[in-house]
């Protein structure tokens, strides 16, 4: 599990950019994501992470690729799909165990030099979901403040030793509303 979805690639080859402006133009912008292109023109991208963010990365091309309107062809379409597909799969099928791993493996593993950050983002979360029931709005900034600080700080924590998992982890525990 730990392999399948933490440890994820897709190799993607996106054919010739000769022949189109279009094709240029998203060739242009796809270097962001690493794609690169040799004399012939032709396109590789190998990318990683967890199955997740690969997925998030591959739907990011597609819709540039969509939005510039260049088309390189049914086969690598067709590819790129079958890519987007498997990621989506595997990303169902694993991310949630994924995240227990990294909790009690990781995080609050004997010795883990995350354990303090899990608790102050914890503990921050408790506060604020208490200023939030209070309904005073000083406290409730006050509180949400903290909490951004606390997983702003862990994950900095995480990605300073290179564990972008634990990393992400953090990120997550963020809500996706939060009340100012």
Do not use: W
């Amino acid at each position: 599990m730990e392999k399948e979805y933490g440890d994820y690639s897709a190799n993607l080859s996106f054919g010739s950019i000769l022949g189109s402006d279009k094709r240029s133009e998203a060739a242009n912008l796809l270097k962001a994501y690493g794609v690169s292109f040799n004399d012939a023109g032709l396109g590789m991208i190998k990318l990683s992470g967890n199955a997740t963010e690969v997925y998030n990365q591959l739907i990011s091309i597609q819709s540039l690729i969509k939005d510039v309107g260049a088309d390189f062809g049914d086969s690598f379409n067709n590819e790129l799909t079958s890519y987007i597909n498997n990621a989506k799969d595997m990303s169902d099928q694993y991310e949630d165990f994924y995240n227990q791993y990294v909790l009690y493996n990781k995080v609050l593993s004997n010795g883990s030099q995350y354990s303090d950050a899990y608790k102050r983002i914890v503990d921050a979360k408790k506060s604020y979901d208490e200023a939030i029931k209070s309904g005073d709005k000083s406290s409730q900034n006050a509180a949400a403040q903290e909490y951004a600080s606390a997983i702003t700080e862990g994950s900095k924590l995480a990605l300073k030793n290179n564990e972008s998992d634990v990393s992400n982890y953090f990120k997550s525990m963020y809500p996706d509303q939060i009340v100012h």
